[in-house]
């Protein structure tokens, strides 16, 4: 029986989570407070950290509310002050610490009613199973498997990539209610030491060999997925969501809901 092991929410896209016991449903699915916010150019696109490795020297850490950051960057010279802020009154001020920070005009946006995550008819959280980072740890020599991969949900009690068993199968973790799943495939982000954003040597390179003997060892994974760069599920809900998930909500199967009653996007 899976049950969710951990919860973590990502407040800004692109930055470390934080673990928290339980996290209330946004409507379409997603975690509250997840991706709330992201860091733009001037141009309006993303800061990407496979441009610039300064994004990985920022820490930001978070009151219970989410509302409060401190920002900082220990050990760099002559890098911004430490300083909180309230992101909802404040926007100004962190712009003008990040663009410091980063050397570049940046400015954060928000979306409290949605967030940014990646894809936006798959706008459920991730999830992932302990098996699975556990062995992608063990494999690739790299502790920090679940910083790199950014998961809102971890589960208990499935084996390695069982989480992409679950795809095209409803189911429901406490009060979410996902109608479909697709595994995540990744980009070059998560071979990068998430401490220094320097390529880690042969993670990717480790990580395909060890998912393709996974699945060539268990003929009930799909061996079509084995050379996929997967990691990771996306989760698309069913309707309008309310309540909410905590740590020790079982997962259970669920009959599909008719195409006619679910929510239009």
Not at 184 to 198: F, M, N, Q, T
Not at 205 to 221: G, M, T, V
Not at 224 to 229: H, L, M, P, T
Request: negative net charge; aromatic residues 8%.
């Amino acid at each position: 029986m899976a049950t969710i092991e951990s919860i973590h929410i990502f407040p800004i896209k692109s930055f470390d989570g934080v673990a928290v016991e339980s996290a209330q449903l946004r409507e379409n699915g997603s975690l509250h407070h997840d991706r709330e916010y992201v860091f733009r150019t001037e141009s309006g696109a993303p800061v990407d950290s496979l441009k610039d490795k300064r994004l990985y020297q920022v820490r930001v850490s978070f009151d219970q509310d989410f509302r409060y950051a401190e920002f900082s960057m220990p050990g760099i010279a002559h890098a911004p002050r430490t300083t909180v802020f309230d992101l909802h009154h404040q926007v100004a001020q962190v712009n003008t610490w990040m663009s410091a920070a980063l050397g570049q005009p940046v400015h954060l946006t928000r979306d409290d009613a949605r967030g940014f995550c990646d894809d936006q008819e798959l706008s459920g959280p991730t999830i992932i199973s302990r098996a699975t980072l556990d062995r992608v740890a063990e494999v690739t020599g790299q502790p920090d498997v679940p910083r790199r991969l950014r998961t809102n949900i971890v589960l208990a009690g499935m084996k390695p990539f069982g989480e992409e068993m679950l795809r095209d199968q409803p189911f429901t973790l406490g009060d979410l209610r996902v109608n479909n799943s697709a595994p995540v495939l990744r980009c070059a982000v998560i071979k990068r030491d998430p401490e220094s954003g320097e390529p880690t040597a042969k993670f990717a390179e480790n990580y395909r060999h060890f998912r393709q003997q996974a699945f060539a060892a268990d003929p009930s994974l799909n061996q079509e997925d084995a050379g996929n760069y997967f990691a990771a599920i996306n989760t698309a809900v069913d309707g309008a969501q309310r309540g909410a998930i905590n740590i020790g909500d079982t997962l259970e199967m669920a009959k599909r809901v008719a195409a006619d009653t679910r929510r239009e996007r």
